[in-house]
């Protein structure tokens, strides 16, 4: 991803202190930016959805192309230092090799996320037994100490 640094080369960059937010869940804004160095998490509804430390990574993506206000908090973890692009828009028609490197990426997002969609499709149709382990797990962690587990019922005489 270092590419994407040198099309970005001249640039302003801007530092960020640690607890910063770059981007706010819901909060419009039609900025884009790329990584230079520090660490950051990407927050949904109180969730962590991903840690991004790799220089030349790209955030605030969403928010731009889809023309809506951001569906998460990008957080700063420790000093950052980004670019940060207030004509997104201008700036990925005026480099396709950047855009296509974004199209990549979230084309590759949208294969996992339909993969792991299809787990759960899976799942809850009771075709993958693998994955009601993780339902069991949850449900024996959050039993409350002292009660008691509930037995099967009996099987129905016919």
């Known amino acids: 991803?270092?590419?994407?640094?040198?099309?970005?080369?001249?640039?302003?960059?801007?530092?960020?202190?640690?607890?910063?937010?770059?981007?706010?869940?819901?909060?419009?804004?039609?900025?884009?930016?790329?990584?230079?160095?520090g660490e950051v998490d990407v927050i949904r509804r109180d969730q962590?959805?991903?840690?991004?430390?790799?220089?030349?990574?790209?955030?605030?993506?969403?928010?731009?192309?889809?023309?809506?206000?951001?569906?998460?908090?990008?957080?700063?973890?420790?000093?950052?230092?980004?670019?940060?692009?207030?004509d997104a828009l201008t700036f990925l028609s005026s480099r396709s090799e950047i855009s296509l490197h974004l199209a990549t990426l979230l084309a590759r997002r949208l294969y996992y996320t339909t993969s792991y969609l299809v787990d759960l499709q899976e799942q809850a149709a009771g075709k993958r037994e693998d994955l009601d382990l993780i339902d069991k797990i949850l449900a024996t962690l959050t039993q409350r100490p002292g009660a008691k587990k509930k037995k099967p019922a009996a099987p129905a005489k016919v």
């Open 1 to 37: 991803m270092a590419d994407i640094l040198d099309y970005c080369e001249g640039m302003a960059e801007v530092s960020f202190e640690p607890g910063a937010m770059l981007i706010e869940e819901g909060v419009p804004t039609r900025k884009l930016y790329v990584l230079i160095e």
């Open 48 to 86: 962590q959805v991903t840690h991004i430390d790799e220089p030349g990574s790209i955030f605030g993506e969403m928010g731009v192309l889809l023309d809506m206000p951001p569906s998460a908090t990008v957080q700063a973890l420790a000093e950052v230092k980004a670019y940060v692009i207030d």
